[in-house]
């Protein structure tokens, strides 16, 4: 029979209070965490989406990212294009007030909060996987993951925009641009964090001079530091 996680994930969810005191992390349900999970934060072009599916891939874990998308379309009984369109995005009072008035697909600020919590801790809960951005590292308790920072200088990832996207210099910088702003503004919005907060993060890696194996390669170290083999092995044989 499969385990209902939400009952759990409503008491952390009512335990975290979301939005006005998340940064009190979850202390009583920490033991149901079993299986150890990764939440992988990253800079626009510094490479940190394809240093999470290269971890998931070495470690025989679930990526979390599109699937996070997918689960809270079915949380909020909303199309997936209406949830891509506030996906990492910040948003103000007025927006909320506009938007729940004009477009019936709109989710409002505090559902879409409480459905993401209730997403991304259901992952974490069932562990061995890789969660990609979404805050997850503001949302999961620390002490059961590996939290990784993965940034790049300014011109490095201006560069690798213009390489491996075929965006020209200018438009490389507005594309980087807004996606910074947006994914700033969502960490504010939902968590009051600042996403470059150095006590965010259990490692924080300039891939400047790294290539996704050896940047891989770094996390994995990490990785194995915080959950020795004993605990890793033990998830691994869990039901």
Known sequence: MPIDYYPLINRIVSTLKIRDTL???????????????????????????????????????????EA????????????????????????????????????????????????LSRVVLNFAHQGNC????????????????????IVAPYDVRVQRAMQYEGFDEETAQEVIAQVEKERDDFVKTYFKKDLNSRNAYDITLNTTHYSIN??????????????PAFQRLRATLLP
């Not at 934060?41 to 979390?64: D, K, N, Q, Y």
């Not at 909020?76 to 697909?105: F, Q």
């Open 130 to 149: 890789v969660i990609l951005g979404r805050g997850a590292n503001f949302i999961t308790p620390f002490a059961r993951g590996l939290h990784v920072n």
């Open 214 to 227: 050896e940047a891989t390669d770094v996390i994995m170290m990490a990785f194995r530091r915080k959950f």
């Open 68 to 115: 996070i998308v997918d689960e809270l379309a079915k949380s909020t009984k909303k199309h997936k294009a209406a949830i891509k369109e506030i996906d990492e995005k910040g948003r103000t009072y007025v927006d909320n007030i506009i938007h729940s008035v004009l477009n019936p697909e709109y989710v409002e600020e505090s559902r879409y909060a409480r459905a």
């Open 23 to 65: 940064e009190k992390q979850v202390p009583k349900e920490e033991h149901f965490f079993e299986r150890p999970f990764i939440t992988v934060a990253r800079e626009p072009g510094s490479g940190g989406a394809p240093i999470a599916r290269r971890l998931a891939t070495r470690l025989s874990f679930t990526l979390h990212d």
